[in-house]
């Protein structure tokens, strides 16, 4: 398979859309790295937690479980899966080649994402197998072993934990897309997303079916998101805290007013 690598624009486009760490960060001071194979174990997916728990100060290792499950979903989508329909190249996503570095005190733990190896995969004549192989990477040999052991430590239901990829995948080619595209260009770049949601099985996921085809159903809020099927717990983070703009309590707390 033909192979290149991310440019120096990719990159800057990247890190100007998302958290991407380039070179230019290195001039920043390194607080916190998370390697991502530490997550590959059950005894380092438990250091994480603990000290992720530490720092949000969470009063719920349930919702502690579900936040790193959230963050690790917002990685794989705005860097992985933005590149391959975007910019149709695909990184190197195994463990070894990616960490998390954080380089500021937001509250909220926004590491930026860092690839070691800027190394990419190119579609061949194949596009819908290409896209098979980078999922099976990206979420069967990363994502699932990683809410395998959130799952057991903090027994957080591995529901939410793929609904907190679900929801930024939604968004990433239902309202932010356009941002960037239009008309038949941006149907076509639609066409990973029909794929990956209706094409593949549960296999990628270790799960019996694809756990993203539920949420294709799921009502779409005035603001244009997806209205979850499950809480993510947020709102237990600690006193302060609130329900998310797509959760599914606050339907039910309207109702109850009414």
């Not at 800057?12 to 607080?31: A, D």
């Not at 790193?68 to 933005?82: C, D, M, N, Q, S």
């Not at 209706?198 to 294709?216: A, I, R, S």
Request: aromatic share 14%.
């Amino acid at each position: 398979m033909t192979r290149e690598m991310i440019t120096e624009t990719e990159e800057k486009f990247l890190s100007g859309h998302f958290r991407y760490y380039t070179h230019e960060h290195m001039q920043e001071p390194v607080l916190e790295t998370v390697q991502a194979e530490d997550l590959m174990s059950r005894e380092g997916t438990a250091h994480v937690l603990n000290d992720l728990h530490l720092y949000l100060g969470s009063q719920s290792f349930l919702t502690t479980g579900s936040f790193l499950g959230k963050r690790l979903g917002h990685y794989a989508v705005t860097v992985p899966i933005v590149m391959m329909t975007v910019l149709d190249k695909f990184p190197d996503v195994s463990p070894g080649n990616v960490s998390y570095i954080r380089i500021d005190d937001n509250p909220k733990w926004f590491p930026k994402f860092h690839l070691k190896d800027k190394s990419v995969s190119l579609p061949g004549e194949d596009r819908e197998e290409w896209i098979r192989d980078n999922m099976r990477q990206l979420f069967r040999d990363f994502l699932k072993p990683v809410f395998f052991h959130i799952h057991k430590t903090t027994r957080i239901s591995k529901k939410v934990l793929w609904e907190n990829v679900a929801i930024y995948l939604y968004w990433l080619y239902e309202r932010k897309l356009p941002e960037w595209f239009e008309g038949e260009e941006l149907e076509q770049k639609r066409r990973d997303f029909y794929f990956i949601i209706n094409e593949l099985d549960g296999e990628p996921f270790g799960e019996n079916k694809n756990p993203f085809t539920y949420f294709k159903d799921q009502p779409v809020l005035p603001s244009g998101a997806r209205e979850r099927k499950c809480c993510c717990l947020s709102y237990r983070l600690h006193e302060d805290s609130t329900f998310c703009k797509v959760c599914p309590h606050l339907k039910q707390m309207e109702n109850l007013k009414k």
